[in-house]
C-alpha cells in the first residue's frame, strides 16, 4: 500500500522559508519519480518540482531560483526548501509519486502523479 505523509507546512511572513517534507513508504523508490504540487479547492493543479530516479530536477517557472527540491534515498523521504515566499505561494502542497522514470518540464504543470499524499496548507502573508 501507498502511502505518502507531507508535513512541514505553515504560516510565514513573505520573505521566510518553510521546508515541505513527504515521507514515503509502499513504492520502489529507486526507480520513482517524485514531486510537489499545489492545488487549492475549486482551483486547477499546479506542478511545482520534480526530481526523477536519477536525481535530475525541474521547477515550475513561478518558483524557479526560491524552491529547491531534494530527496534522501536511505530515508524515502522528499523535501521542498521553500525561500524567498510570496502571498501568491499561498496553497496547499502535495507531494506525489509515480513509476515513470522522467518527467518533461513541459508537463509538470499537469503531471498527473499517480500517488499524492494528504496535503500540508502554506500560508504566506503580506
Known amino acids: 500500500q501507498v502511502q505518502l505523509v507531507e508535513s512541514g507546512g505553515g504560516s510565514v511572513q513573505a520573505g521566510g522559508s518553510l521546508r515541505l517534507s513527504c515521507a514515503a513508504s509502499?513504492?520502489?523508490?529507486?526507480?520513482?519519480?517524485m514531486g510537489w504540487f499545489r492545488q487549492a479547492p475549486g482551483k486547477e493543479r499546479e506542478g511545482v518540482a520534480a526530481i526523477d530516479a536519477d536525481g535530475n530536477t525541474i521547477y515550475a517557472d513561478s518558483v524557479k531560483g526560491r524552491f529547491t527540491i531534494s530527496k534522501d534515498n536511505a530515508k524515502n523521504i522528499l523535501y521542498l526548501q521553500m525561500n524567498s515566499l510570496k502571498p501568491e505561494d499561498t496553497d496547499m502542497y502535495y507531494c506525489?509519486?509515480?513509476?515513470?522514470?522522467?518527467?518533461?518540464?513541459?508537463?509538470?504543470?499537469?503531471?498527473?502523479?499517480?500517488?499524492r499524499g494528504q496535503g500540508t496548507q502554506v500560508t504566506v502573508s503580506a
Open positions: 509502499g513504492i520502489t523508490w529507486s526507480s520513482y519519480s
Open positions: 506525489g509519486a509515480d513509476p515513470t522514470a522522467y518527467i518533461a518540464t513541459k508537463i509538470l504543470p499537469i503531471f498527473p502523479w499517480a500517488y
